[in-house]
């Protein structure tokens, strides 16, 4: 919360930067991505975003969870006010609380939440003695087992899990998983040229980010699928540990200005195919095969979409298909996250550019990139 009123302060110096943030705390994963770094998800990111999602320009909102929590301080008080339980992606209903002052924040009640049925009214939250207990006790109890847990320790050892137990990935617990949930796994690179590899881990990114559009789907992150990336067996299994109920494989062939895609969807709970394709198509068509897929994943699922998502789905975000190359090989060396690989993601993003100087994904790239330099002793901060 610190850091979250830290940046909105900052932000009242650059009106042009239009933000919103959202908290919320729950469980996260380690996931290691394909460099063996750990990396995070899970369903407290997931709740964060969706928590973000309901607010415009300016808004800081938490949610009902963190709230009770900063409301212990009589400090933070005044500045928490209730929107009420919400409704958010998949039906899933959560108390959103917006926090605001006369320095932070954005008083108003958040567009998307106009009209729609909230209760109780927008109110300051409150902190009562019956929370106050109930922590208290919480607390003592939290108290009596690390105590026990240390008087055990240091008479057996074996008591406490290893570092290597602690990083290792969790059980898999049974949980109900939704019909309209969906892992797009890698793309195997067919190509004879395995420098087309950029152009496999592209398509994939594409139609996952298509998928994403469809709010009535539940799409897992590339990040937590990027592990599978060398032709998994037991589909099954990594669908249970993803949380979904269908998978998507696919492997792409790329030769001079021709391009293959082929296509699985598959039931992960009978690992029966649901629908397959394959696509032949020139380079300029990539994008309506990005497009035909994700709308027939969405209607072979059930998915319901808007017009506005049937739009978003078929965006052609540039006509010119160098500059799209070249916007692939930008992102697939992003994703290395390595010094040398980002100075390479930048030159290609730049090049990308000037093939096409509207596109706004390649100034987005470029824009991802400056971000993490620093942080790979890649260069400082700059502005594109």
């Not at 002052?101 to 209760?119: D, F, T």
């Not at 739009?311 to 390595?338: D, S, V």
Request: glycine content about 6%.
């Amino acid at each position: 919360m610190q850091c979250a009123m830290e940046i909105a302060r900052a932000l009242k110096n650059h009106p042009q930067i239009r933000l919103r943030m959202g908290v919320h705390s729950g469980p996260v994963d380690q996931v290691k991505d394909v460099n063996d770094r750990l990396n995070v998800a899970g369903t407290g990111m997931n709740m964060a975003q969706r928590v973000m999602a309901c607010g415009d320009a300016g808004h800081v909102l938490l949610s009902k969870r963190v709230a009770e929590d900063l409301a212990q301080d009589k400090l933070w008080q005044p500045h928490l006010h209730e929107l009420g339980e919400i409704e958010l992606k998949h039906g899933r209903k959560l108390g959103i609380v917006n926090l605001y002052s006369g320095e932070i924040g954005n008083p108003n009640v958040p567009e998307k939440l106009k009209g729609a049925s909230r209760q109780p009214a927008e109110r300051p939250v409150r902190f009562g003695w019956l929370r106050l207990i109930k922590i208290a006790t919480l607390l003592l109890i939290c108290l009596l087992a690390a105590t026990t847990v240390i008087i055990l320790s240091r008479h057996r050892g074996n008591y406490l899990p290893s570092a290597q137990t602690l990083t290792s990935p969790a059980p898999v617990k049974e949980t109900s998983v939704a019909e309209k949930s969906i892992a797009v796994l890698p793309f195997e690179n067919l190509s004879h040229d395995p420098d087309n590899a950029y152009f496999a881990d592209g398509i994939q990114e594409e139609i996952l980010a298509r998928l994403a559009k469809i709010a009535d789907l539940k799409v897992i992150s590339r990040t937590s699928t990027q592990p599978y990336k060398s032709s998994p067996d037991n589909l099954p299994q990594i669908a249970k540990r993803l949380g979904v109920a269908n998978i998507l494989e696919g492997s792409v062939q790329k030769s001079a200005d021709k391009v293959r895609v082929n296509v699985e969807l598959i039931s992960a709970a009978t690992d029966a195919h649901l629908w397959a394709d394959t696509f032949d198509r020139k380079l300029t068509d990539v994008f309506a095969v990005e497009s035909e897929v994700a709308t027939k994943i969405a209607e072979t699922l059930q998915a319901k979409l808007t017009g506005a998502e049937r739009n978003a789905i078929a965006a052609r975000p540039t006509e010119n298909t160098q500059a799209y190359q070249l916007y692939l090989k930008g992102r697939f060396f992003w994703n290395k996250r390595t010094g040398e690989n980002l100075k390479k993601a930048a030159d290609y993003f730049n090049q990308a550019i000037a093939a096409d100087p509207n596109y706004a994904f390649a100034y987005v790239g470029l824009a991802d990139t400056y971000v993490l330099m620093p942080f790979y002793a890649a260069g400082a901060p700059r502005d594109c």
